[in-house]
Every structure is written in C-alpha cells, then in structure tokens.
C-alpha cells in the first residue's frame, strides 16, 4: 500500500508559478512511475507529466516547456514545479504511483489539489 498526499495547489493569476508536491509513503526511487494528472470541470482525467524510476521524464504537449516533474528520493516527494500558469491550466491536480509486479500494476493516488489560475 502507498499513500500519497499532495500539497501545493492554490490561486495564482496567469503567468505566475506554483510548485506542486506529493509526499509518498515509500521511497519514491522504489515506485516504478510517478506522474501527475489533471481534472477539469467537465472533462476527462489527463496525464500531464510522468517520470519512471530511472529518471525518463515525458510531458503532455501543453505543458511542455512550462512544468517540469522532479522527484527527491530523499525526502519522498514528488515535484511539479509549473510555470507561465494559463487559465487552462485550472484543474484538480492528482499524483500517482504505479508498481509494476510479475502478475499486475498496482495503481494508487492521491486526494487531489485544486489549482485556480485567473486571467
């Protein structure tokens, strides 16, 4: 079992920065992929960026250039450091993990972060 709590979210006005966290129950160099996702009002979940253990990072085509996913073993944290934040970007903010074992992937997440950017 993981749990994972995020931290970080709030309301900004478009172009500033927010930096996201997800404090995880395990070391994160132990969790096979960590990633965040987003949820806006009316639309589906969406893969926003993911970094696997062995530090390949990939990014949704609209965040490329503008969020950057990090992780600190040391500590157990997930990062999403975003910035030149647009209105788009408004959206529940959830961190995952994935464990890949021999029989299947076990999935979990966090409770969600609202994150708010104004015009």
């Known amino acids: 079992q993981v749990q994972l709590v995020e931290s970080g979210g709030g309301l900004v006005q478009a172009g500033g920065s927010l930096r996201l966290s997800c404090a995880a129950s395990?070391?994160?160099?132990?969790?096979?992929?960590m990633a965040w996702y987003r949820q806006a009002p009316g639309k589906q979940r969406e893969l926003v960026a993911a970094i696997r253990a062995g530090g390949t990072t990939n990014y949704a085509d609209s965040v490329k250039g503008r969020f950057t996913i990090s992780r600190d073993g040391a500590k157990n944290t997930l990062y999403l450091q975003m910035n030149n934040l647009k209105p788009d970007d408004t959206a529940v903010y959830y961190c995952?993990?994935?464990?890949?074992?021999?029989?299947?992937?076990?999935?979990?997440w966090g409770q969600g972060t609202q994150v708010t950017v104004s015009s």
């Open positions: 395990i070391s994160t160099f132990n969790i096979n992929v």
């Open positions: 995952n993990a994935i464990l890949e074992t021999v029989t299947r992937d076990l999935d979990y």
